[in-house]
């Protein structure tokens, strides 16, 4: 079964960089579009970012001019550059990826595993 996995993320410090990816385990999956939430402790899944198939971007107004959504089809894979980083930012994030089963031709979403960013001094 195809899945998306998630790396990057660990401890940083107030002001730091981190760059998350995510990543189609299989090439059966064509990842065209995604999409990175968060989820801080306590609170509800909120949208991050996302990234449509022509590479127009959104961002969330919390972390506009800091993240930045970027994509490599070659490689099935996207990223979230997270810049300036906040002790606000701490949350688990997940990447949604939209795209196509090239086994079947049906388009198909997938969600990744999470990964942790806590932001501390």
């Known amino acids: 079964q195809v899945q998306l996995v998630e790396s990057g993320g660990g401890l940083v410090q107030p002001g730091e960089s981190r760059r998350l990816s995510c990543t189609a385990s299989?090439?059966?999956?064509?990842?065209?579009?995604a999409a990175w939430f968060h989820q801080a402790p306590g609170k509800g899944r909120s949208l991050v970012a996302r990234i449509s198939s022509t590479d127009d971007t959104d961002y969330a107004d919390s972390v506009k001019g800091r993240f930045t959504i970027s994509r490599d089809s070659a490689k099935n894979t996207v990223y979230l550059q997270m810049n300036s980083l906040k002790p606000e930012d701490t949350a688990v994030y997940y990447c949604?990826?939209?795209?196509?089963?090239?086994?079947?031709?049906?388009?198909?979403?997938?969600w990744g595993q999470g990964t942790l960013v806590t932001v501390s001094p």
């Open positions: 299989s090439s059966d999956f064509s990842l065209n579009a």
């Open positions: 949604l990826g939209q795209g196509v089963d090239l086994r079947t031709g049906r388009p198909l979403a997938l």
